[in-house]
């Protein structure tokens, strides 16, 4: 019996798969970021506005689901967890955002009327697959974020929106994070259009050029790596985006440096957490949110009055009373929906840096692989 295959191609070429002069490869995708947004959001905004038509997503049909469910693991749910603040926040549609191994097994309330939306960079993530076969199971409708052209898990999805990475090789996900969350922006800027969206749009397409400058605070990460490499534990606090983005930078610090480290909600310190500060334990703060610098900031007081070094990044308009940090990082300012795209940079070189000031195998951590297809 003839089989007749369908061909699909991918346009990485040959230097995407090398260092490029880089020492790891991790540097070489954290730089390669800017390209990876612009490949991945300038075809899609047409006429200033949002358009996923040509992915063959009916922004109509999305708009009309009972819920929106993002599922994924590690570094895609956090790209999730972003998602559902956007799409929230302007298109107020509820979303449920779940990490993929946990949802799979706790008998989720999903029916035929509600969209699954699973993000992955290499498409090919065994429980996030597992989610995807349940939510078509039950007649849901599928919409995959996916990097790796015909990977399983685009295969399989009603819809697909590829995000235009290239080959991330690293096992610490980067570009592939960043180009997720531009996906997550494009979808809440759709589905929220008729809100007023489109200076976001615009917004949205000048990312490149605000991440290129977030790029060269390189040497200040560098400085702040130099003041965590020998701690043994760490906390990133942060509220709304920022809390979801403080997820990403503790990830990213723990499975390369091999420091522990904990992304907590500002707010929840005093539940309990704020027990483990002593002198001198490093807490990074995110604090874009210009709603919620004042509750941010009350958080940080707390955390300094019992010994912490603080390392706060912000934008350059927030005004920090003295002593209030150690170290400031400042980020250029963009509007604040979009802010996780501006800090996202300066959290992986922090992460990034450590690592290598460690003298660790910076592109393959211990016990980690680049794609997890066992359970
Ligand atoms: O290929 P996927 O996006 O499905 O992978 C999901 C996670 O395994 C992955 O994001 C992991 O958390 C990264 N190594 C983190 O840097």
Redo the contacts with the bound molecule.
Sequence with gaps: EPVHKEINTADWDVDAAEKGGYEHFMLKEIHEQPAAVRDTVSPRIINGMPDLSQDGVDMQKLKDYRQIFIV???????AGMVGKYVIEKLARKPVIVDI?SEFRYRDPIITKDDLMI????????AD?MAVLRLAKEVGAATLAV???VGSS?AREADMVIYTHAGPEI?????K??MV?ISVMYLLAFELAYANGTMELTAQLGQMPDIIRETLELKDTCSFVASKLVNAESLLYIGRGLDYALSM?GS??LK??SYIHSESYAAGELKHGTISLITEGMPVIAVATQKKLIEKTVSNIREVKARGAMVILICDNSIEVGEGVADYIIRLPQTDEQLMPMAAAAPLQLIAYYTSVLKGNDVDK?RN?????TVE
């Design positions: 994924a693991c590690g570094t895609a749910m956090h993929a699973v993000i992955s960079q290499s498409g090919e993530t996030t996916v990097n790796v898990i690293s096992v610490a996900s980067t592939a994070y997720q990403e990830l990213k499975e390369i951590p980690l692989a680049k794609s997890v």
